[in-house]
C-alpha cells in the first residue's frame, strides 16, 4: 500500500501559505493523518490544545524527540506536521536524518502571506467555511514588518533547500494555488506512495477569506507600492561573492593573560607581525590553540577581547604580490605568467624590477585577483589575499571578535582595548609601515576596487589607503 521510501512526511511551510487547506485534504484521505503544528511552542498541533498523541507540553519541552517518534511511528498508516519558522529547532537533524519522512514545500506570493497574515490578526477569523461570514477589514501595510517577514521566510526556506541539498533528498515543491487542484494533489499523493488513490480531490470545507483586489484590503496601497519600488528581489545591487568558505582559523590565534586578557584573530596578509610584537611587550603570549583549548582559556579569562584588524586592500594586496614574487614556489609564478596574464620576468630577474616594472606587474596581478576572487581561475584563493569579508566570517564560526579594528587607526584602537581590558602599563603603538609611493596611482588603487568590492562595500575602505612613504 505504501511505498517503503516513505513513512512520514513533513510540510514545511508560513503562515497564511494555505498549510490548512492542505492539512485538510490528507485528513480525508484513509490512513493518512496531519497531525498539526505539532512543533508550535505555543500549542500542540493546534489552537487550545495542550496534549498531543499522549505527550503533554511539558514533556515536548523536555524532548521533543518524545512527540517527533509518537508522531511517526504508525505502521501501515502515512503521518505527518506542519513544520513552520519558530517552530523547536531541536527536531530538524532528526527530520533530514531520516530519510523515510518525505518533505513537502509549500510556498505562496510573500506579500499576499504577509497581508492575510495581518488580516487575520486584526480580524481573529484564520479559517473560513462556506457557511461562515468573512469579517470585512484591511491593513496598514508596515514595510519595516514586511521586510523582516520576507527575510524570516527566505532564511528559513534557504535552511530548508541546504539541508535537502546536503543530505541528497528531494522535497515535492507545493504553490498556493496548487492546492485546489486536483491533479496536483494526486500527483502529491502518488510520489508520497499511495498509488492505490486513483483520484485525490482538494478538500471543500474550507474557502478562500479574502479574496478582494489589494486596493481593498491595503488602507495605504501607495506607501506599499513604493516600499516595493524600492526593494531588491533579483539581487541587482548584490556583489557576487564566489569564494569559498572559510574556517575559524584558530591555530593562527594569539592571546596574552595581560589584565583580563587580549585574543588577536589576525587576517593573514594585515599587521599581524606588527600586533603581535605589540602583544608581545605585555607579556608571554598564547598560541597553536585548538578550538578546544581556546574555548578553555576564554572562560579561565572572563571580561577578556577579542579583537581583528583590517587593512587597505590595495596595500593587503601589495602584501600578497612581495609574497608571490619573495616567497611564493615557481610554479605559482610560472602558472600566473603562463596562464593568468600576470606578465613576471624571469625568477632570476625579479630583484632587479625598477618601480615602473613593479607599478606595471602588480596592476596585472589585480585584474587576475579580481577573477580569482570570482571563481574564474583554476588556482585557489589564497588566505594571504581572501577577502577580508570573508575571512571574518570564518572566525564568525568559532566567534566573533569584539572589536573590528582599522590598521589606520590602529594606535587609539589598541589603547582602547587596554583600558577596557584593565591593561596597564601600555606598551608603545606598533609602528607605521611604509609603502611604495607609485601605490598611489588611481588606476592601482580603482583595479584594487573591482579585485575586493565585497570588502569596500562591507567595511567602507576609502578608494585609495593613506600611504607612509
Known amino acids: 500500500m ?33 497531525f498539526g503544528e505539532a512543533f508550535n511552542p505555543y500549542m500542540m498541533g493546534w489552537p487550545d490544545k495542550d496534549e498531543l498523541q499522549g505527550v503533554t507540553r511539558a514533556e515536548r519541552e523536555v524532548d521533543p524527540h518524545l512527540l517527533l517518534r509518537k508522531i511517526l511511528d504508525k505502521p501501515n498508516h502515512l503521518p505527518g506536521f506542519r513544520y513552520f519558522p519558530g517552530h523547536d529547532p531541536r527536531v530538524l537533524d532528526a527530520i533530514f536524518a531520516d ?30 467555511n462556506e457557511t461562515e461570514t468573512p469579517i470585512p477589514a484591511s491593513i496598514t501595510f508596515d514595510p ?30 507545493l504553490g498556493y494555488d496548487d492546492l485546489r487542484d486536483g491533479d496536483v494533489m494526486t500527483g502529491l499523493l502518488h510520489w508520497l506512495g499511495r498509488r492505490d488513490l486513483e483520484r485525490v480531490e482538494p478538500a471543500t470545507d474550507q474557502v478562500p477569506q479574502n479574496p478582494r483586489p489589494m486596493a481593498e484590503k491595503v488602507s ?3 506607501v506599499m507600492r513604493d516600499a516595493l519600488a524600492a526593494m531588491d528581489p533579483f539581487g541587482l545591487t548584490r556583489i557576487p561573492g564566489f569564494e569559498p568558505r572559510r ?10 593573560d595581560a589584565g583580563r586578557g587580549l585574543l588577536f584573530m589576525p587576517v593573514r596578509g594585515g599587521p599581524t607581525e606588527a600586533v603581535r610584537d605589540w602583544m608581545a611587550g605585555l607579556g608571554q603570549l598564547g598560541r597553536d590553540y585548538t578550538q578546544s583549548s581556546l574555548r578553555g582559556w576564554r572562560r579561565d579569562h572572563p571580561g577578556h577581547r577579542a579583537f581583528t584588524v583590517l587593512r587597505h586592500p590595495l596595500l593587503r594586496a601589495w602584501g600578497a604580490f612581495q609574497h608571490v614574487l619573495a616567497a611564493a614556489k615557481p610554479d605559482l609564478r610560472r602558472t600566473l605568467r603562463d596562464v593568468h596574464r600576470v606578465a613576471l620576468p624571469p625568477d632570476h630577474e625579479l630583484a632587479l624590477m625598477d618601480d615602473a616594472a613593479l607599478a606595471r606587474h602588480f596592476g596585472e596581478f589585480l585584474l587576475f585577483l579580481r577573477r580569482n576572487l570570482n571563481g574564474q ?28 579594528a582599522r590598521e589606520d587607526d590602529l594606535t587609539d584602537e589598541l589603547a582602547m582595548l587596554t583600558r577596557r581590558t584593565d591593561i596597564s602599563p601600555v606598551p608603545n603603538p606598533p609602528a607605521s609601515e611604509t609603502w611604495p609611493a607609485f601605490l598611489a596611482d588611481p588606476d592601482l588603487a580603482n583595479a584594487a576596487r573591482n579585485a575586493y568590492a565585497r570588502d569596500f562595500a562591507a567595511f567602507g575602505f576609502e578608494s585609495a589607503p593613506h600611504l607612509r612613504g
Open 220 to 222: 495605504n496601497l501607495t
Open 99 to 128: 530519510r523515510g519522512c518525505a518533505k513537502v514545500v509549500l510556498t505562496r506570493n510573500p506579500l499576499d502571506s504577509y497581508v492575510s497574515t495581518r488580516l487575520a490578526q486584526e480580524t481573529n477569523q484564520w479559517k473560513l
Open 247 to 256: 574556517g575559524p582559523a584558530v591555530p593562527s590565534f594569539l592571546t596574552t
Open 144 to 173: 519595516a514588518g514586511f521586510r523582516e517577514m520576507l527575510s524570516e521566510t527566505e532564511g528559513f526556506l534557504a535552511d530548508i533547500m541546504q539541508r535537502l541539498q546536503v543530505s541528497g533528498q528531494s522535497a515535492f515543491w
Open 377 to 404: 581561475s583554476s588556482l585557489p584563493t589564497h588566505p594571504g589575499w581572501a577577502s577580508q569579508s570573508e575571512v571574518i566570517a570564518g572566525f564568525s564560526r568559532f566567534g566573533s571578535p569584539d572589536l573590528i
Open 2 to 34: 505504501f511505498d517503503p521510501a516513505y513513512r512520514s512526511y513533513v510540510i514545511f511551510a508560513g503562515m497564511r501559505t494555505g498549510s490548512n487547506l492542505l492539512e485538510a485534504t490528507l485528513n480525508r484521505i484513509r490512513r493518512v493523518t496531519c
